[in-house]
């Protein structure tokens, strides 16, 4: 019943901005945590940003300063706000989220992820 939907991925020239979003959908279920991965074509996936339901924060080296992580818990969806882009940001960004489910008598915690939206940056 849970399902991550996420948007925002686009084409942007090296210096914008872009917004990225993931909601999470469906019923009888709660999000312990949320994060944005990425991966890069012939590179391995890297955790991009991370918050924990209180709203902790976790950022990756190379993008500490220029992206924020935030979340909407009445919403249920998390957000990557990410500011002068570099090329090197280009890579396919996924959603993944640390959630009970609670559909089954017995609750059940998993990594949900994402389908991924692309994000180019031109030079």
């Known amino acids: 019943q849970v399902q991550l939907v996420e948007s925002g991925g686009d084409l942007v020239q090296a210096g914008g901005s872009l917004r990225l979003s993931c909601a999470a959908s469906?019923?009888?279920?709660?999000?312990?945590?949320m994060a944005w991965y990425r991966q890069a074509p012939g590179k391995q996936r890297e955790l991009v940003a991370a918050?924990?339901?209180?709203?902790?924060?976790n950022y990756a080296d190379s993008v500490k300063g220029r992206f924020t992580i935030s979340r909407d818990n009445g919403k249920k969806t998390v957000y990557l706000q990410m500011n002068s882009l570099k090329p090197e940001d280009t890579a396919n960004y996924y959603c993944?989220?640390?959630?009970?489910?609670?559909?089954?008598?017995?609750?059940?915690?998993?990594?949900?992820w994402g389908q991924g939206t692309q994000v180019t940056v031109s030079s």
């Open positions: 469906g019923s009888l279920f709660s999000i312990n945590g």
């Open positions: 918050i924990t339901s209180g709203g902790s924060t």
């Open positions: 993944s989220a640390d959630l009970t489910s609670y559909s089954t008598l017995t609750p059940r915690t998993g990594r949900y």
